[in-house]
Each structure stands twice: as C-alpha cells, then as structure tokens.
C-alpha cells in the first residue's frame, strides 16, 4: 500500500494537486485533508478510473453538532507514506512571503503536530510558504516528539526549477523539457539562486541575460500574484510542481529507482549525506537547498554547490543573511510556543 495525503487538499494548488497524484499510478491511497471541501474533492476525484482510492477528512465540527467523523487529521495521517502540504494563505500584491508567516507558521506548527503524531514515518513536502521559515517549523516540531529524520523532511523548491527550465529556454530557444538549471539557497526574492553557469545542456547566455533571467527566476513568483490581482498566487504550475517532485520521491523510495536528482530545501545536519560540506560553504546555515539525490530512504546525497561564478557567489552572499533570518524565526516559533 502506498498512501498519499494532501492537507490543504481543497486549495488552489490542493485541488489540482491531488488530481495529478491521483493519475500517478504508484499511489494506491490518497487522503485529502482540509478544513473545508476535502469530501467534495474526494467524491469528484473518486470518479477517475485509476487504482488509487480516495478519501476525503474534515476535523471535528467547531460546535459538535454534526455526526462528522471525530478525528479527521489522524485518520488522514493514519499509515502515509507521503505527505505534501499546500496548506495555509497565499499572498496578495504587495505582500512578501514572509508576511505570510503570521498565519501559516500556526497552521504549519499544529499539522506538523499531527505528522508526529500519526505519520512519524512520512516523507514529507512542505509548499506552505514562507518555505525558508515553515521547513525549520516542521523540524522542531519533529524533533520536538523525538520523530525528526531530516533525510524524510523536503521543502519544495520545484516551481523555482520547473520556472528556470522555461524562462532560459524562451531566451536560447532550447526544448524548455530537456533543459536543467540547479537552483540553490531558498525560496523567496534574492534567497532564490539560479546557477545558470551549470545549465544542461550547455548554453553560454550575455551577462546581460544572465542578470535579467536571474531577476525573472528570484521575482517569477510576483509576476503570477501581480496577474492574479489580489486572487491568489501560483495554483496550476505549483501543483504540476509539487506532483513532479511528489514523483521523484515516490520513484526512489518506492520504485527504488536511482540516480534521481532533483533541488530540494532540506536540514543540512545529515552529515552522513553530505549536509556538512554543504553547511560549510553556506556560512553554516542549517538549511538550504541544493540538488539533492534522492534513493529508496528519502535524501541519499545533499550534492555540494560545484563551480560556481563570481556573478553566483555574489547572489549567495546576498542570499545568506535573509535565509538566516528566515531560519531562526522558524525555529524561534516552536521554542516560543507552548502548544505542541
Ligand atoms: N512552495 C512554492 O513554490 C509555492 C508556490 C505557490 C504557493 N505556495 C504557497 O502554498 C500555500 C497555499 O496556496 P493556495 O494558492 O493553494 O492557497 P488557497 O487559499 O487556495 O488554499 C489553501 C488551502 O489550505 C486550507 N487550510 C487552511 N488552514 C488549514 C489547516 N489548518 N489544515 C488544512 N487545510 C487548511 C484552506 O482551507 C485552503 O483550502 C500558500 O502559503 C502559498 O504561498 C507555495
Ligand atoms: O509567489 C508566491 O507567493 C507563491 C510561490 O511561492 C511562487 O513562487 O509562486
């Protein structure tokens, strides 16, 4: 049996998400957890002819009225294997991700506290934004219920990828599907580093192009809030995403295929993976995302930066402090709080 959940299942990117995960045929259960609407996606998606059987979880009604079932979350966390969380508020224009922080860290902290409690075991992807901060809440709690594996814990760095594929392909006029470029560091404006000196395969762009699709990369994520004009951020292309570094997850520890490599936001202290080389280059932040290879036990090897340019060693200096910042005030979140 191969369980799926989605907590915040009923979202812009949940619903699109969990049709994707429901059409992967290595999933065998998928469980759709939010606090609204998760029956109705579950009932809709049920309908697709594919082996995966779905269910849908509500918590427990506020006023204790209706005969729903008691404990929705756990009974959604119940035997995962994989859970992914796109749960919480997105930005409006204007607003940073970090001034998200207020209301997901909560919701983020209180899911976490149901991760440790019914799935200690799971892989676990985290979209909730701010990544650089909800990550290292997840962690805590974790470590909190003596359940932290930081080889199992993922923040989803993809649609910084997936967005670099298809911005230096409009420029080089490259196959955007077979072209690869690492993104580093984290997930937010100049925490966001594209290494465009590693592109595969090979392309030498002007600096001038360089430092405009730099821009576009760190800044992708405004465009789409800007268009959306106060009605969300990125749904369609995180749930793509999100479903394909799902995949590349799912395929190592399940499939046990190898040699999967994919950047991912994760704890740097797995030394016997490569965290420490890595926590060495990055000024001993404890997170960060580099390309991580993954195998049948989740991050096999955190691969170090490589040869990176002046112009890229600049933006990761740039990048160092906010991520800094961005890190303690996730860790300070659950060592401050008392409801764990
Ligand atoms: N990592 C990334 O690259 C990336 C990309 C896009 C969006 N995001 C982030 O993903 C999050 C979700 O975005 P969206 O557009 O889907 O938002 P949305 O508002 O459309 O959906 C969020 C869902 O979360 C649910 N929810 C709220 N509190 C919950 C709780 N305690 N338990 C379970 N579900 C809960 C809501 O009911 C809603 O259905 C945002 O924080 C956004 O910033 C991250
Ligand atoms: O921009 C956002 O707030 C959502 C997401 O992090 C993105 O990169 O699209």
Request: aromatic fraction near 4%; proline fraction near 6%; hydrophobic fraction near 40%.
């Amino acid at each position: 049996m191969v369980k799926a959940v989605v907590l915040g299942a009923a979202g812009g990117i949940g619903q699109p998400l969990s049709l994707l995960l429901k059409l992967n045929e290595v999933v065998t259960e998928l469980a759709l957890y939010d606090i609204v609407n998760s029956p109705g996606v579950a009932a809709d998606l049920s309908h697709i002819n594919t082996p995966a059987k779905v269910t849908g979880y509500l918590p427990p009604p506020k006023d204790g009225s209706k005969n729903a079932p008691n404990d929705g979350l756990k009974n959604a966390l119940t035997n995962a294997h994989l859970v992914v969380i796109p749960a919480g508020v997105p930005r409006k224009p204007g607003m940073t991700r970090d001034d998200l922080f207020k209301i997901n860290a909560g919701i983020v902290r209180d899911l976490a506290t149901g991760i440790a409690q019914y799935s200690p075991d799971a892989y676990v992807l985290v979209i909730s934004n701010p990544v650089n901060s909800t990550v290292p809440i997840i962690a805590e709690v974790l470590k909190k219920h003596g359940v932290f594996n930081p080889k199992r814990v993922f923040g989803v760095t993809t649609l910084d990828i997936v967005r670099a594929s298809t911005f230096t392909s409009s420029v080089s006029g490259a196959d955007p599907r077979k072209v690869r470029v690492p993104v580093v560091g984290g997930h937010s404006g100049v925490t966001i580093i594209p290494l465009l000196s590693q592109i595969s395969p090979p392309h030498s762009y002007t600096q001038d192009e360089i430092e405009l699709l730099t821009q576009r990369i760190q800044f992708g994520g405004d465009e789409v809030v800007k268009a959306k004009d106060g009605a969300g951020s990125a749904t369609l292309s995180m749930a793509q995403a999100g479903a394909r570094f799902a995949s590349s997850i799912l395929n190592a520890t399940v499939k046990g295929e190898s040699g999967i490599i994919e950047p991912s936001y994760v704890c740097l202290d797995a030394d016997s993976v490569g965290g420490k080389q890595v926590k060495n280059a990055v000024n001993e932040l404890d997170y960060f995302s580099s390309n991580i290879e993954l195998g049948k036990n989740g991050v096999e090897k955190i691969h170090p930066l490589g040869n990176i340019s002046e112009y890229e060693k600049n933006l990761l200096e740039a990048a160092i402090p906010e991520l800094k910042a961005n890190i303690s005030k996730g860790i300070s979140f659950v060592a401050d709080g008392s409801k764990l």
